[in-house]
């Protein structure tokens, strides 16, 4: 009898009950709720359904994110910025920059956007993190899960990366619902009715050139982005030459997704109850809050800006796209726009910010780390 006991102990012993505690059964919660935002409302699910569950994962089994747990290895390579700059390359491949280039007054309005990231590192300073700790949760505000983990890693934060990442993500998912309100509240009835010029055809000449004079640009003022704005730039010249069908597929499509479940579940796995319920977490999903909404509003008031000095031809709306969630950023300024008119098409207009938000929030984590001297 008392080896059955004994036996029967060992066993429960062995469950995850016997480890559970009250930080992990919240966080189980909030990884449940994350994967009925996905599933069930559609709000980025490529990216909630494997953070989430990665999150699911870690406070049911911890080891499995320890040294020689499997999402361990996983998260190394988002140490080693292989993941964020594979990511960068895939997003390349997926997109077109002919919006923007047919409206070259859209960087204006993605280097606008990026005010919420400056804003909220001084907020960060403000509130106790060091200057490097600081320009990490600050990067959230351009939307940019890749970006910043990117920073994070490149500036020595790995011990605030699960926060940051998450806040990152999360806010990207949740773009639909943060951003309308802010717009709303910013424009009058008659700026969102305003409709734009169809935008010029580009020519495929300009298509090729282009990602290799942003690279040549960029990356001789701030060369640290190389890695980023190099893989982002190269995947979309797979994409515009038009002569390697077989990488733009390959990086676009099996490559970007297998990359997404290697980082998504090992960016959720670093949010352990002990690592992620703490006042540093509050301060940093805060902070990011308030860099997305800061960010957010500098676009639209510059657009507001570009509206009145081009005389109503710029719809103040496209602004919010300046933060660097593509495609979504430019989906909420259309729904914006023809909640207040049907007939009202913004999206073409709206994705030339939204892309230059991407690389301007590149830029940003390279001006953070030329400041650092992070080479």
């Known amino acids: 009898m008392d080896y059955i006991f004994s036996t029967l102990s060992n066993l429960l ?7 559970l505690n009250v ?11 994350f994967l009925f935002l996905a599933v069930k409302k559609g709000y980025e699910p490529l990216l909630l359904v494997p953070i989430s569950f990665g999150m699911l994962l870690v406070n049911i089994y911890p080891p499995i994110m320890e040294e020689g747990g499997l999402l361990n ?3 190394k390579l988002d140490e080693w910025a292989i993941l964020p700059c594979l990511i960068f390359l895939g997003v390349g491949a997926q997109t077109d920059f002919g919006p923007l280039i047919a409206n070259p007054i859209s960087f204006l309005l993605g280097a606008a956007a990026q005010f919420g990231i400056f804003a909220a590192y001084l907020g960060a300073m403000g509130l106790g993190f060091n200057d490097m700790a600081a320009a990490a949760i600050a990067i959230i505000g351009g939307a940019d899960g890749p ?3 990117y920073l994070a890693n490149r500036l020595g934060q790995q011990d605030i990366l699960g926060p940051i990442a998450v806040a990152a993500y999360s806010y990207m998912s949740l773009v639909p619902i943060i951003q309308p ?23 495929k000449t300009e298509r090729i050139l282009f990602p290799i004079v942003v690279t040549i640009v960029v990356c001789m003022i701030l060369p640290s982005t190389t890695p980023l704005v190099g893989m982002l730039m190269l995947g979309n010249l797979f994409k515009e030459s038009g002569v390697v069908r077989q ?16 980082l998504g579940t090992s960016v959720g796995a670093t ?12 301060k940093i999903v805060g902070l990011g809050l308030v860099a997305f909404a800061f960010g957010t509003a500098a676009g639209v008031l510059f657009g507001k800006l570009m509206c009145k000095l081009t005389h109503g031809k710029i719809n103040p709306l496209i602004g919010s796209a300046g933060v660097s969630a593509v495609p979504m950023a430019a989906r ?13 098409f913004l999206l073409m207009h709206a994705m030339g910010p939204n892309v230059a938000g991407v690389i301007g929030t590149a830029v940003a984590a390279g001006v953070f780390m030329a400041m650092f001297g992070v080479k």
Do not use: H
């Open 23 to 33: 930080g992990n059964v919240a966080m189980i919660g909030v990884a449940c709720f």
């Open 332 to 344: 909420v300024s259309q729904k914006v726009g023809a909640d207040e008119d049907p007939t009202n």
């Open 13 to 19: 012993g062995q469950t995850a009950f016997a480890g």
């Open 247 to 262: 990488l733009t597929d390959t990086a676009s499509n099996a490559l970007m997704y297998i990359v997404v479940i290697l």
């Open 73 to 75: 290895y996983f998260f």
């Open 147 to 149: 970006t910043s983990i």
């Open 181 to 203: 309100p802010i717009m709303k509240a910013l424009t009058t009835k008659d700026e969102r009715k305003i409709k734009m010029g169809q935008l010029r055809p580009v020519s």
């Open 271 to 282: 949010t352990s109850a002990e690592a992620f319920l703490n006042w540093t977490t509050i």
